[in-house]
């Protein structure tokens, strides 16, 4: 009975934890929310329309544009029309001007101040300069949420073992944590999804009156966009904290499989098999196609060095061959304001290594050495994280060089130190994002010139896939001749 009451109390801590956060998180999130349409809706006010009106008035004369603050910036561009040549702007009518504007700035400021009450004092929050913590606040507390759920889930499955394997148990007990027990998950399972349904209303409702301001980020002209590239960060980073939480929950749930005498997988889990095993199919079916497919894709590859490959420093295209003798090439995921690498001609460097692994995989195809199929392997997968993830941010070595150390020399310590196959789930949730950001960098690519990246990208990949994957046949165990007197002295061993 001690076990089924400690089992009782963690139930009962957990639920209470569970539902604070949840409250919480969600009081913040609609105060947030609310006090950010509420100002958002005094600034498209009438009395914002007037005065923005006055500033037009005073600086139409003079053909200037003032330097409103951003948050007006949507209810200005609504007003303002085509301007006239400059004349002479008076010194009283600049005054004039510059006073209304510091006027709706001094209105902005009390708009989107969100006062919070802390005890015996009081917090005031700019929520224009603290709008951007609203992610990490839903990050953090969903991720918190979801773990407490898990442990929950956890401590109620234990639960359920006691009481089936206990005879004098408790009523109550048998109520809460029997087979299929509606005792507990009714009411949470409606908190879970007044919370949910909340949560997503109150951001669709964010999204709806923050649009003005998300239309100033729009670069039409541009093949990587300022809006684009937020949007890809944001996504970016809630896959990988749902990514995380998940490997969490399924390391609980391994605990607890352990401990309870079975193998059940969590539906991430099962995910993540569906995809090994679809992958390791059709890598297997490409292998097969062997010659027919790795002398297209060697072309491919080579036709790189004739082909829009790298650029100068003014952003003009340039033939991949280019990278091999000229220094005034840049690699095409490179910023030209900032070097490339810490690593000097890295591109370079493996733009070359990478061209003469294509040509050996062509002459050798599947016969080639281990130490030889490693080295395509690597190759092509730093040319996958070049194009999904270093060529998106394009924000020099800093940058570039962090998400290399992430995406290449981290999972590979970790692989050498732990085993490739145990961590093999984690390498293909962490390269799961390049699927899908692929298509998108290679159109970015052709928008901005460089069409022969994604040829070579698509032929190098191919490539490498012919020549490495693995075949059936080729990993089937030799078939052993045992003798007749061997089976009779060891019957336990046939191979039945």
Sequence with gaps: MAEIDALRVAHGELSKRLFRVALTSFVLLFLVVLSFARGFARVNGDEVEKRLKDIAAITSQAGVDPDVPTIFKPAWNRLKGPRPQSIYLSIPEAQSAQKEINELGALADGWFTLKLPLGFTQVEID?????????????????????????????????????????????????????????????????????????????????????????????????????????????????????????????????????????????????????????????????RCGRWLATPAAAAALASLFTAFAHNCDGKPMPGHTLLHDKEAFWFSASTALPESIVPYLGHIYYAVSLLLAITALIFGRRLGTVMRRALIAAALFLYVEVVFVFPAVIGWLIADGIRIIFLVIPLVLALRRGREVMRPCLIALYLPGLVVAPWACVALVKMNLWGVPIYFAGFSLLAIVCTAVVAEEVRAPAVTLRPSSLQAHPAEHPS
């Design 127 to 287: 929520l224009r300069d603290w709008i951007f913590i609203l992610p990490l606040l839903l990050w953090i507390s969903n991720v918190y949420l979801w773990i407490t759920r898990a442990k929950l889930k956890i401590v109620e499955d234990l639960a359920a073992r006691e009481v089936i394997k206990l005879e004098n148990t408790l009523a109550l007990d048998r109520l809460a944590f029997g087979e299929r027990a509606a005792w507990t998950r009714l009411p949470a399972a409606i908190g879970t999804t007044i919370y949910l349904a909340g949560t997503a209303g109150l951001l669709l409702y964010f999204a709806i009156v923050a649009l003005p301001m998300w239309k100033l980020f729009e670069q039409p002209d541009g093949a990587l966009t300022a809006r684009g590239m937020v949007t890809w960060i944001l996504l970016l980073i809630t896959y990988y904290v749902a990514a995380w939480t998940l490997y969490v929950e399924a390391r609980f749930r391994a605990q607890a499989n352990a401990i309870l005498g079975v193998d059940k997988l969590t539906p991430a889990q099962r995910l993540v098999r569906f995809i090994d095993r679809t992958f390791a199919r059709a890598s297997e079916r490409l292998a």
